[in-house]
């Protein structure tokens, strides 16, 4: 007698079979990088994904290293883009304006990797690009992060001042796009690390 599968056990089977098949896709480097952006796109979507809120580092004016927390806006696999918004009086906009390199620092518990990418990168107040999404921002709760009377970091007073601060103001609203130089990829493993450097055109496996 033939016995058959119930439809629980196919479905498991199936799972299975995704599971390896993914995993036999991110044996190569094309593989792997192509889930690298697609995690990346999936960031700018679901505001659950890990990624979407990465460590951004920059050199402060007086050579000491700055690192925050900010949301990744967009990415552009083509351009080899991220973008992220910033006001334009902050710290980082300044400090760009004077070192261009940085970097972005995303983990990921769920994917278990880490990705550090190296970025040179350009802040945009009044180009008609930054322009056109100041009008989709500003029909938005986050309008007031970039409305504000002082800019960020300035002491205030009070708690109560900090509420009349995020009241609508003229906009300071700002753009930066970072052009991606080299990315340096991490995956935790029980059956072991792996690690590379993925550049425009090279893949460079390293040592975990």
Same mark, same amino acid.
């Given at each position: 007698? $033939?016995?058959?599968?119930?439809?629980?056990?196919?479905?498991?089977?199936?799972?299975?079979? =995704?599971?390896?098949?993914?995993?036999?896709?991110?044996?190569? !480097?094309?593989?792997?990088? =192509?889930? #690298?952006?697609?995690?990346?796109?999936?960031?700018?979507? =679901?505001?659950?994904?890990?990624?979407?809120?990465?460590?951004?580092?920059?050199? +402060?004016?007086? +050579?000491?290293?700055?690192?925050? $927390?900010?949301?990744?806006?967009?990415?552009?696999?083509?351009?080899?883009?991220?973008?992220?918004?910033?006001?334009?009086?902050?710290?980082?906009?300044?400090? #760009?304006?004077?070192?261009?390199?940085?970097?972005?620092?995303?983990?990921?518990?769920?994917?278990?990797?880490?990705?550090?990418?190296?970025?040179?990168?350009?802040?945009?107040?009044?180009?008609?690009?930054?322009?056109?999404?100041?009008?989709?921002?500003?029909?938005?709760?986050?309008?007031?992060?970039?409305?504000?009377?002082?800019? !960020?970091? #300035?002491? #205030?007073?009070?708690?109560?001042?900090?509420?009349?601060?995020?009241?609508?103001?003229?906009?300071?609203?700002?753009?930066?796009?970072? =052009?991606?130089?080299?990315?340096?990829?991490?995956?935790?493993?029980?059956?072991?690390?792996?690690?590379?450097?993925?550049?425009?055109?090279?893949?460079?496996?390293?040592?975990?």
């Amino acid at each position: 007698m $033939t016995r058959r599968n119930s439809p629980k056990t196919i479905l498991n089977n199936s799972r299975t079979c =995704d599971a390896l098949n993914m995993k036999d896709q991110l044996e190569t !480097p094309e593989a792997i990088k =192509d889930q #690298i952006w697609r995690e990346l796109s999936r960031a700018t979507q =679901d505001r659950h994904h890990a990624w979407r809120t990465p460590v951004f580092a920059t050199t +402060g004016l007086d +050579g000491t290293v700055n690192a925050r $927390t900010l949301v990744l806006r967009a990415v552009d696999r083509q351009a080899n883009q991220f973008q992220i918004y910033t006001d334009s009086r902050s710290s980082k906009a300044e400090e #760009i304006t004077q070192q261009k390199n940085a970097m972005f620092v995303f983990w990921s518990k769920k994917l278990n990797w880490q990705l550090r990418v190296r970025v040179n990168v350009n802040v945009s107040t009044n180009s008609s690009h930054a322009q056109t999404l100041w009008q989709q921002v500003k029909q938005t709760a986050s309008a007031s992060d970039y409305t504000s009377t002082s800019a !960020p970091g #300035i002491p #205030i007073s009070s708690e109560v001042q900090a509420v009349q601060q995020n009241e609508m103001h003229a906009t300071h609203f700002a753009v930066i796009t970072a =052009d991606v130089i080299e990315m340096d990829w991490l995956e935790l493993a029980s059956n072991g690390h792996r690690r590379a450097r993925i550049s425009l055109d090279a893949w460079t496996w390293l040592t975990p």
